[in-house]
C-alpha cells in the first residue's frame, strides 16, 4: 500500500482486506499504522527465517570438562551460554564463534583431564611396583637380633 492509498481510506466502504503476511486487519475507522522500525512494510511478504539453524551451545562438553579438568569448564561455559544470546539478537557469527569456542574449551578440559588420569595411574602403578619390590627384597624378621636376651 502507499502512501497516497492510505491517506485516501474511504470509511463508508468498510475496512480495507487484510494485508499478507499479518494475522490481524487493522481497526476499522483507522489507517493502518507504519510498522515497527525493522519490519517489512505492508504489503510486504513475512520476513524470511535464518538460513541456519541455531547453533548447538555445546554444553555437553562444558559438562564433562567440570568432571575431568574443571578450570577449563569455566569458559566452556560462559561461551555456551553466549551461544543463545547471540542468536536470538540476530547475532549468527557471534553465535557460531561462541559455540566454537564453548566446544573448544570443553575439548580441551576433557583431553586434559583424561591425559592427567592416564599420568595418575600410571604413577600409582610404579609406586605400589616399588612398595612391592622392596617389600619382597625385606630380609626375614625372625633373623634380627631379639631385643630380649634369652
Request: net charge negative; aromatic share 16%; charged share 10%.
Amino acid at each position: 500500500m502507499t502512501d497516497e492509498q492510505r491517506v485516501s481510506f474511504d470509511k463508508s466502504s468498510g475496512p480495507p482486506p487484510p494485508t499478507p503476511g499479518y494475522a490481524y486487519p487493522p481497526a476499522y475507522g483507522f489507517p493502518p499504522a507504519y510498522p515497527p522500525y525493522g519490519y517489512p512494510p505492508y504489503g510486504s511478504a513475512a520476513p524470511p527465517a535464518p538460513p541456519h539453524e541455531k547453533p548447538s551451545s555445546n554444553i555437553g562438553w562444558a559438562i564433562a570438562a567440570i568432571f575431568t579438568f574443571w578450570p577449563l569448564a569455566i569458559p566452556s561455559f560462559i561461551y555456551a551460554n553466549k551461544v543463545d544470546t547471540f542468536w536470538f539478537a540476530g547475532n549468527r557469527a557471534g553465535a557460531e564463534q561462541a559455540s566454537r569456542d564453548a566446544r573448544t574449551w570443553g575439548l580441551i578440559g576433557v583431553i586434559i583431564g583424561a591425559v592427567l588420569f592416564v599420568l595418575v595411574i600410571i604413577w600409582f602403578v610404579i609406586i605400589f611396583a616399588v612398595i612391592a619390590d622392596t617389600a619382597h627384597n625385606l630380609p626375614d624378621p625372625s633373623s634380627y637380633p631379639s631385643a630380649y636376651p634369652s
